[in-house]
C-alpha cells in the first residue's frame, strides 16, 4: 500500500532547539494533516493545511503545504520536553482514505 | 463526550483464538475507521465505514471482519488470530466523510498474538 516518505525517522535535539520535519509522496494530495502521538496514546490534530502553498501555526508549530502538492513541512520552535514523540504526516486526495507517513520520533535532550 | 473510547487496552491471544476489539464514539460521527500500527509502518487502514450500515475495505483487510449496526459501534473481528495480527489498533472517528474534518483517534488496543 502507499505510504509517504517522512523524514527523519528520528532525532535527537537540545531543549531551547528549533526542528524541522517533511513528509513527501508520489501522488498530489488536497489535504495535509500533521498528527502528534504520545506513548501509549493515540494521534492527536495539530495542524491541518487545504491548499498549496498554505503555512499555518499553532503556537510553537508551523507547517506548510507544499507547492506541488506532494510534500509539507512542520516546524517546531523553541522545543521543550513535553514535545517529546512521535509525529505523523498525513495526507488525503479527498476520499474517505487517509495515506499516513511512517512518522518522526523525536527526542529533546533537556 | 468520552470522544473515541476503545476495550481493551490490552490483549493476548493464542494463534487461532477469535476476538472483538470494541470501538465507540459518542460525537454522532458518520464515518469510523480502524487503522494497524506496526513499527516503521505508519498508520495502515484496516476497513472503514461512512455510516450505520455501510463498511469497505481499506488497505490491509485481510484478517478482520467489521459491521456498523449502529452510529456510535463499529467493532473489528479477528476470526482466527495469527501472529502476524500482533500490534496496536487504532480506532478513529470524524463527521461527515470528507478529507476536511478532523479525525479523532482512541487510545488503541495492544493485541498480542502467541
Known amino acids: 500500500g502507499q505510504q ?8 535527537f535535539i537540545q531543549e531551547g ?6 513528509c513527501t ?3 498530489i494530495f488536497n489535504t495535509w494533516l500533521w498528527y502528534k502521538q504520545d506513548p501509549g496514546e493515540g494521534p492527536v490534530l495539530l495542524i491541518a493545511l487545504y491548499k498549496a502553498g498554505e503555512l499555518t501555526s499553532n503556537g510553537r508549530l508551523t507547517a506548510q503545504f507544499g507547492i506541488t502538492r506532494k510534500d509539507s513541512f512542520l516546524n517546531i520552535s523553541a522545543s521543550i520536553p513535553s514535545d517529546v514523540g512521535i509525529y505523523f504526516c498525513a495526507g488525503t486526495s479527498g476520499t474517505y482514505k487517509y495515506i499516513f507517513g511512517t512518522g518522526t520520533r523525536l527526542k529533546v535532550l533537556a | 463526550n468520552a470522544g473515541v473510547t476503545q476495550t481493551p487496552k490490552f490483549q493476548v491471544l493464542k494463534t487461532g483464538q477469535s476476538m472483538t476489539l470494541q470501538c465507540a464514539q459518542d460525537m454522532n460521527h458518520e464515518y469510523m475507521s480502524w487503522y494497524r500500527q506496526d513499527p516503521g509502518m505508519g ?10 450500515g455501510i463498511t469497505d475495505q481499506g488497505e490491509v483487510p485481510n484478517g478482520y471482519n467489521v459491521s456498523r449496526s449502529t452510529t456510535e459501534d463499529f467493532p473489528l473481528r479477528l476470526l482466527s488470530a495469527a501472529p502476524s495480527q500482533t500490534s496496536v489498533y487504532f ?3 470524524r463527521r461527515g466523510t470528507s478529507g476536511y474534518n ?12 502467541l
Open chain 1, 4 to 11: 509517504l516518505n517522512q523524514s527523519p525517522q528520528s532525532m
Open chain 1, 17 to 22: 532547539e528549533d526542528v524541522s520535519m517533511n
Open chain 1, 25 to 27: 509522496s508520489s501522488s
Open chain 2, 43 to 52: 498508520l495502515r487502514l484496516i476497513h472503514y465505514s461512512v455510516g450505520a
Open chain 2, 91 to 93: 480506532c478513529a472517528s
Open chain 2, 102 to 113: 478532523e479525525q479523532f483517534f482512541g487510545p488503541g488496543t495492544r493485541l498480542t498474538v
